[in-house]
């Protein structure tokens, strides 16, 4: 579930450049929060200080936290936030 406190207002600028306005409501949906276990060994980015890291399936969240492959490139393409690659898992 989204969190509310998280609006694209307050986003790292890291994030802005690559999550349009209107494409942050439905990026949204792949935010884990803070505490929540990562689903799946990837690169995410924390949505209150803009860093990266990879983290293992199952690791507790640091902050708020976007995979990396769910920024679009400044809204060139919103494929990712209708769409999933075959085989994926809901979170």
Known sequence: ???????????PSVVKDNVTAEQWP???RGVI?????VPETTVYINLKNGLCRQYVAGEP???????TH????????????????RDAHAP
């Open 1 to 11: 579930m989204p969190d509310p406190q998280i609006t694209y207002e307050n986003l």
């Open 26 to 28: 439905a990026a949204q």
């Open 33 to 37: 929060l803070n505490g929540a276990s």
């Open 61 to 67: 969240a640091d902050g708020p936290l976007l995979p």
């Open 70 to 85: 769910d920024l679009a490139g400044g809204g060139a393409d919103s494929t990712q936030f209708r769409t999933a690659p």
